[in-house]
């Protein structure tokens, strides 16, 4: 059973940074894609950042995070990444791991709260 485990969020002042984990149970190079999503209070879950594991890797960002959000990889450990610098008390939110495959739904890890502080 695939799992996805989130760490590393927590509670941050404006203008700080955090590094969120999410180490999957299986290799990363079963899933084609994997990504960020955030959910804030009363608002709709949206997609943060993203990276592709078919053809050559790319990356792609909301446009509130460009700039300040980046997203990696670990091959052998098998975990994505999302570094978080300057962040503002609007990325406050459940951050949530996905990891999506050709065929089937995606996969969803628990989340990680990320609150920041003006």
């Known amino acids: 059973q695939v799992q996805l485990v989130e760490s590393g969020g927590g509670l941050v002042q404006a203008g700080g940074s955090l590094r969120l984990s999410c180490a999957a149970s299986v290799t990363i190079f079963s899933f084609n894609a994997m990504g960020w999503y955030r959910q804030a209070p009363g608002k709709q879950r949206e997609l943060v950042a993203g990276?592709?594991?078919?053809?050559?890797?790319?990356?792609n960002y909301a446009d509130s995070v460009k700039g300040r959000f980046t997203i990696s990889r670990d091959n052998a450990k098998n975990t994505v990444y999302l570094q978080m610098n300057s962040l503002k008390p609007d990325d406050t939110a459940v951050y949530y791991c996905q990891a999506s495959v050709l065929v089937g739904p995606s996969y969803w890890g628990q989340g990680t709260q990320v609150t920041v502080s003006s």
């Open positions: 990276i592709t594991f078919t053809g050559s890797s790319r990356t």
